[in-house]
């Protein structure tokens, strides 16, 4: 594992945050989805998950995130084909113009977070604040409950993903935007959600549903140390550590076991990306999800679709929504997105 406090790439002010966080348990070792379950909802794990949730909502202030200027609202839509109420966080401008749309995908390996955590809020508005409309979709996680009290596994959080997807382009008219001109966004698991919904959507012909994908930090592989991947090993244990199996066994071993790349994108082929819309996508330089992220970024360029990529140094996996930490990378990030959003020509 790499040491944060002797490695020279680290923006100062992360160094310093990670530094004097304690370093995280060591992940225990399961063989089934039940066993990560029984763990994950036992009383101790709960309470840390309360207080991660408190450490999330300090990081939205007014402050850093300020609301003037935008609107804040909750909508909700029946996942099909479960038929289950999912939430969606919706910001945008205070005003009456018919706006783009930026579709995000929150992160947490798909077996976490929500939309609705302080880090997402205060992220949400930092986009919006550039002249978009944001609506973040709050899935069914695979282990912890986001506003969704259910939880389950692959394929119910892209169900969810792709649900939504459709509900705002039919309700383009209650929401202000042009359902013409959607960006799927997301970071980490979010970004996973992202590509594999735009993988399904080629499928069946339906990219015409986005404009483009903003994908960050993408979480694609589903098992690691990856030899294809240096990264998977040079920056493991730099925020996050890979060297288990709790991925795909909570969220998608069937799936894994298949080589679905819906589920886990870097089994992608350049037949799978080939509808792609124009995508971006961004990795953290001291991420050691780095590397999957740039190969997914050649994967699309050998299939012909337009993308880029830009890759964020000094920084950790998920530095940008983690707002406080580098705010003018967050800030620059945002716009980032927004301007993507803003300038892709009708396809």
Known sequence: MSSIAEDPRL??????????????????TFTSRDEILAYAHAPERLAERE????????????????????????HEFTSHP???????????????????????????????????????????????????????????????????????????????CE???????????????????VVVAGESGGANLALGMTIRLGRTGDTTLLRGVFAMCPYLAGHWPDERFP???????????????????????EAFEAGDPTAWPSFATEDDVAAF????????????????????YRLLLRAGVPARARTVMGTVHGTEIMV???????????????????ELPEG
């Open 324 to 342: 406080p930490f580098c705010t003018d990378i967050s800030r620059d990030t945002a716009a980032a997105i927004a301007q993507f959003t803003r």
């Open 163 to 181: 649900s939504g997807l459709r509900w705002i382009a039919d309700n383009g008219e209650l929401l202000g935007i042009d359902p013409s001109h």
């Open 82 to 160: 479960d038929g289950n109420t999912v939430a969606v966080n919706f910001i945008r401008p205070d005003d009456d113009r018919v706006l783009p749309c930026v579709y995000w995908i929150h992160g947490g390996g798909m077996m976490s977070g929500s939309a609705f955590d302080g880090n997402y809020r205060a992220f949400g508005k930092l986009i919006a604040a550039n002249g978009v409309a944001v609506a973040m979709v709050d899935f069914r996680n695979s282990v912890y409950p986001s506003s969704a009290a259910e939880v389950a596994p692959f394929p119910a959080g892209l169900n969810d």
């Open 51 to 74: 207080m991660q949730m408190a450490f999330f909502d300090h990081m939205d202030s007014e402050e850093l995130a300020p609301s003037a200027g935008l609107r804040v609202e909750r």
């Open 277 to 296: 819309p124009a995508t971006m996508i961004s990795v953290n330089e001291c991420d050691p999800l780095r590397d999957e992220g740039l190969e997914f």
């Open 231 to 253: 990264s998977s090993t040079e920056n493991n244990g730099i925020v996050l550590d890979l060297h288990n199996d709790l991925a795909k066994l909570s969220y998608g071993i």
């Open 11 to 28: 923006d100062p002010r992360l160094k310093a945050v990670l530094s004097a966080m304690p370093p995280p348990p060591e992940t225990p």
